[in-house]
C-alpha cells in the first residue's frame, strides 16, 4: 500500500494550489477518502471526506466553500483544490481512508505566507 502526496508549496494569501494523492496497492473504490492536515504543534484533522463514488463530499468548517475534493477512481487518485488560501492553511497534507488505517505517506507542505 501505497499513498503518494503532492502539489503543496509557498502561496500567497488568498492564493490556490492543487493537490493530489496517487494510490496504490489496495481497493481504492471501497474507501472513502480524506484529506488530512497537521499544522506545527497540533493534531492531525481531516479537513474534506469524499465518497467512494464521488456524490458525497464534506468539509471541515475552517475550509468549507474554498477547498474542494474530489477522486478519479480509474487512476486511484484524490484531489484538493484549494482557494482562497489563509495563514492558517499553512499546515503539511495527508491522505488516508476515513478509518486512517492505511499506512502514511510522507505529506506535502503547504505554506501560505506573504
Known amino acids: 500500500v501505497q499513498l503518494v502526496e503532492s502539489g503543496g508549496g509557498l502561496v500567497q494569501p488568498g492564493g490556490s494550489l492543487k493537490l493530489s494523492c496517487e494510490t496504490s496497492?489496495?481497493?481504492?473504490?471501497?474507501?472513502?477518502m480524506n484529506w488530512y492536515r497537521q499544522a506545527p504543534g497540533k493534531g492531525r484533522e481531516s479537513v474534506a471526506v469524499i465518497s467512494r463514488t464521488g456524490e458525497i463530499t464534506n468539509y471541515a468548517d475552517s475550509v468549507q466553500g474554498r477547498f474542494t475534493i474530489s477522486r478519479d477512481n480509474t487512476n486511484n487518485a484524490i484531489f484538493l483544490q484549494m482557494n482562497s488560501l489563509k495563514p492558517e492553511d499553512t499546515a503539511v497534507y495527508y491522505c488516508?481512508?476515513?478509518?486512517?488505517?492505511?499506512?502514511w505517506g510522507q505529506g506535502t507542505q503547504v505554506t501560505v505566507s506573504s
Open positions: 488516508n481512508n476515513i478509518y486512517r488505517t492505511l499506512p
Open positions: 496497492g489496495f481497493t481504492f473504490n471501497k474507501y472513502y
